[in-house]
């Protein structure tokens, strides 16, 4: 079966750096769309980037200039480069591709001072 395994989260400053990895398993992952999506508490799960399977990449307006998504396809590997974190990027992180409805576990990702 498909199974989404987010690695990378973690703690830190503000203004400081963190990489999230995505493992997919179990289906072609260079086919399909993929992205992060995030949610913390009280708020809806909202888009933070997807990408295309052709490469092309989709941010939302509050990350858009310091997150970078990207993809590995021979390693079946989605990536989120998260610079110049700020509190409001508190949140649980999750992974998605877009097919069957396909969602990593999530991964809490803390920044404060």
């Known amino acids: 079966q498909v199974q989404l395994v987010e690695s990378g989260g973690g703690s830190v400053q503000p203004g400081g750096s963190l990489r999230l990895s995505c493992d997919v398993s179990g289906i072609e992952f260079g086919r399909y769309r993929a992205g992060w999506h995030r949610q913390s508490p009280g708020h809806q799960r909202e888009m933070v980037a997807d990408?295309?399977?052709?490469?092309?990449?989709i941010y939302s307006d509050s990350v858009k200039g310091r997150f970078t998504i990207s993809r590995d396809n021979a390693k079946n590997t989605l990536y989120l480069q998260m610079n110049d974190l700020k509190p409001d990027d508190t949140a649980v992180y999750y992974c998605?591709?877009?097919?069957?409805?396909?969602w990593g576990q999530g991964i809490q990702v803390t920044v404060s001072a």
């Open positions: 990408i295309l399977a052709n490469g092309g990449t």
């Open positions: 998605r591709l877009y097919w069957g409805g396909s």
